[in-house]
């Protein structure tokens, strides 16, 4: 009843977007082209979205996906330049296809519509979504979530048409950021990745709440090891992208570890520590003795400017002054932290802050940083599987049966790498068969689907068609099951003889069949089966 309320409610207040587009667009100096293609992705979004929503169920509302859109243009984006692949134009961004500018409120881009619609998304984002208290990953994490949010919101515009559901990986940015972030989308729900992403209260800590909450859905353990390989995959995909990113944290790692090594010998740790101190102490008070003394301030003007070039030297002892000062309390904090390194407590969270460091930063030196990638993507996914395997547990009603069935038939077609979708990853063929046998046993005991044989083997053969169409309706999927007689020969007595073959033809709600071979239909009992030969039937009740 609140859904049709909610419904009726959207029909009767229902936006004009193109109209307010167009009046942003009216106080903007774009090209004529430029507001051109800006109206039609708002009109093709219009278009796509039902599908978008039937398909994926995990989505934003519509005046959320495009009021953000038209937001963005109205107050991130000052100028947009679209522009011809290998003109002089172009020698702007490069090798790239689009250069976003945050500061500027510029996009540069190709003249594709996805393309601009990928600037729009990132020019929106935050680059730190991570508190800075979570190192490393408080940049390469946020990086990882943000390429994969933009991503996600060029989809519906991507991969729909009003009419059908088509994904190209080569269309796609990049497929590992698109395939972790469709995985977290799944796991605690798109309003909350959207609300993370678009966080205004610096207060919260939203990795914070993101471990909490995956410990309350799925368990603290899924939880602790999913956040582990996805900050592990984050900082793997951030040095292979950036080769600049490697050499900081290598350079740093080597820091760390001469620093862990030198606090292993505590005495002489303290011994260390200790003459810091004197010499900080020391410069110190000479810092204010100086500025305290006017004879011996003049004396410190002249010897600075004696060592420095014309276009650094100190205009005044003013000046001076006050960098003396500047200096003196960068030396007190540094004196602070000493202090604090001495303190038996504050030296094990010290050491404890080397550790993770050094935890991190081991990764900048792998060898192979495809197969590190390739590995923990595959560790994630079989996780995310167990994730699913809970939520079908918990699933407790017919509609939210059908819910899930048409999420994970949307998980099965995203694109694993350039070659595969996810269903078809032999790595993951055996969690795949196994997670959609408990699909459909769930599903035959919540009454959403028919059982078309006693015989789980069978049963399956038959109804995991459902997983591996692209039919915008999987409750329109009608089947048939084919016996037909084929011709072989004896090897003993070389005779003709016939056998019985089973097949099993999908037809789409346009009556377009497809008929693919059972592989098990050499143990199949036909007094099990709960269906008819050459009978279209619908496996939904």
């Known amino acids: 009843m609140q859904k049709k309320n909610e419904n009726l409610l959207e029909k009767l207040v229902k936006r004009d977007y193109n109209n307010e587009l167009e009046k942003i667009l009216e106080k903007k100096t774009y090209s004529e082209n430029v507001k051109s293609i800006l109206l039609s992705i708002l009109y093709k979004l219009e278009i796509s979205y039902k599908d978008y929503k039937h398909i994926k169920k995990e989505v934003l509302k519509k005046e ?24 002089k134009e172009s020698e702007i961004i490069g090798n790239r296809t689009f250069l976003v500018e945050k500061k500027k409120k510029r996009i540069i881009c190709y003249n594709i519509e996805r393309k601009l619609l990928y600037c729009l998304a990132k020019i929106s984002k935050k680059n730190r979504i ?15 979530i943000n390429v994969g949010a933009c991503i996600n919101e060029v989809e519906p515009l991507r991969d729909f048409n009003g009419y059908s559901w088509t994904t190209i990986p080569k269309e796609i940015e990049s497929i590992t950021h698109n395939l972790i972030y469709q ?62 990113a490697r050499e900081k944290m290598l ?29 900080i102490t020391e410069e110190i008070r000479l810092i204010d003795e100086t500025i305290n003394n006017k004879h011996l301030l003049e004396q410190e003007y002249e010897r600075r400017n004696e060592l420095l070039p014309l276009e650094e030297k100190i205009f ?40 993770t460091k050094i935890k991190y930063l081991k990764f900048s030196d792998s060898n192979d940083i495809d197969k590190e990638i390739e590995e923990l993507k595959l560790k994630i996914q079989k996780l995310f599987i167990k994730c699913f395997d809970i939520k079908i547990e918990k699933c407790n009603s017919k509609q939210e049966m059908i819910k899930l069935m048409y999420e994970f038939r ?74 037909q007689k084929e011709k072989n020969v004896s090897n003993k007595e070389n005779k003709n003889i016939q056998n019985e073959e089973y097949y099993v033809q999908v037809f789409d709600g346009n009556g377009i069949g497809e008929k693919r071979k059972l592989k098990n239909s050499d143990v199949m009992n036909k007094k099990d089966l709960a269906i008819r030969f050459n009978v279209k039937v619908k496996p939904f009740c």
Request: proline share 1%; hydrophobic share 35%.
């Open 183 to 244: 995985n977290l989308v799944f796991l605690v729900g798109n309003d909350f990745m959207n609300k993370w992403i678009y966080n205004k209260e610096s207060i919260m800590d939203y990795m914070q709440i993101f471990k909490e909450k995956l410990e309350k859905l799925y368990g603290k353990e899924i939880a602790e090891k999913l956040i582990e390989l996805l900050e592990e995959i984050s900082i793997y995909i951030e040095i292979k992208f950036d080769k600049k």
């Open 64 to 87: 959320e996906l495009i009021g953000n859109i038209i937001k963005v243009i109205k107050n991130n984006c000052d100028e947009i330049k679209l522009i011809k692949p290998n003109s």
């Open 316 to 355: 005044s002892m003013r000046i001076l002054s006050k960098m003396m000062i500047e200096e003196r309390n960068e030396k007190l904090q540094k004196l602070e932290k000493l202090n604090n390194m001495l303190n038996p407590q504050k030296f094990v969270k010290y050491k404890k802050e080397l550790e």
């Open 130 to 144: 991570i508190k800075d208290n979570y190192y490393v990953i408080n940049k390469t994490l946020s990086n990882l």
């Open 251 to 279: 350079n740093e790692k080597e820091k760390v570890e001469d620093e862990l090594i030198k606090i292993q010998d505590s005495e002489k740790f303290v011994e260390k520590i200790t003459e810091e101190k004197r010499i």
């Open 410 to 483: 949307y998980y099965l077609m995203i694109p694993y790498n350039n070659k595969n979708n996810i269903l078809e990853e032999k790595n993951l063929q055996k969690e795949i068969e196994e997670e959609i046998k408990k699909v459909l046993e769930k599903a035959h005991k919540l009454k959403v689907i028919e059982e078309f044989s006693k015989q789980e083997e069978i049963n399956y053969e038959l109804l995991k068609v459902i997983f591996q169409n692209r039919n915008l309706n999987i409750e329109d999927i009608e089947i048939k099951l084919i016996r």
